[in-house]
């Protein structure tokens, strides 16, 4: 089953401090990971897309990185600020029939 | 670009009333789809169509219907409802399903049936 796991369930760090959330997934055949930024009563924002041959995707404070061996991305968040408080969540897409799972999310709460 | 449009907002409904969830985009997209949101779950996919006149079951489609008449609407219908379908619910679009396609979503509607 395909499945997408993703860890801490939230987490809470002080301003300008930095932070790595984590996704392991199961998803086969693999096409695409997804990381996305979900503010509160909002829908969620795309933030980077990783394709099986690409290690690491930046976009400003936001970088990805791949293992698609271990299958298994972080999403790292460098001097983080308030607005970067939000539930990430992590989407593979797999290659038959365009299929995506979603994983739960993780909670992140930025204080200052 | 207005994006991804939904209405409404927020919605109170009882057991058994039906209703429609409107989604509008303005971009040209071909795919569109509904995902829903539980407290700790991932998105699940409703229902999505690949373009006007075509549709097809997601994950989770018993007890909602979906058409696709022209390349912007695609609303969700809610045939019976039950507190089971209470939830949050998003409307997403994209120029096509490849790799490198972005997936939009909108605001999100937030449906309570009692």
């Known amino acids: 089953k395909n499945q997408v796991e993703q860890s801490p369930q939230s987490l809470i760090i002080l301003e300008g401090k930095n932070c790595t959330l984590q996704c392991n997934y199961t998803v086969s055949p693999f096409s695409n990971l997804r990381w996305y930024k979900q503010d509160t009563g909002r829908g969620p924002v795309s933030l980077t897309i990783m394709t099986f041959s690409e290690n690491t995707k930046s976009n400003g404070r936001y970088t990805a990185t791949l293992d698609a061996d271990t299958k298994q991305s972080s999403l790292h968040i460098t001097a983080s600020q308030l607005s970067d408080s939000a539930s990430y969540i992590c989407v593979v897409k797999n290659t038959n029939a365009g299929k995506s799972t979603f994983g739960d999310g993780t909670t992140l709460t930025v204080k200052p | 670009n207005a994006g991804v449009t939904q209405t409404p907002k927020f919605q109170v409904l009882k057991t058994g009333q039906s209703m429609t969830l409107q989604c509008a985009q303005d971009?040209?997209?071909?795919?569109m789809s509904w995902y829903r949101q539980d407290p700790g779950m991932g998105l699940r996919l409703i229902h999505y169509s690949v373009g006007a006149g075509i549709t097809d079951q997601g994950e989770v489609p018993n007890g909602y219907n979906v058409s696709r008449s022209t390349t912007e609407d695609f609303p969700l219908r809610l045939l019976s409802a039950a507190p089971s379908q209470t939830s949050v619910y998003f409307c997403?679009?994209?120029?096509?399903?490849?790799?490198?396609?972005?997936?939009?979503f909108g605001p999100g509607t937030r449906l309570t049936v009692t």
């Open positions: 997403a679009s994209s120029y096509g399903t490849g790799v490198t396609y972005e997936q939009y």
């Open positions: 971009m040209n997209h071909e795919y």
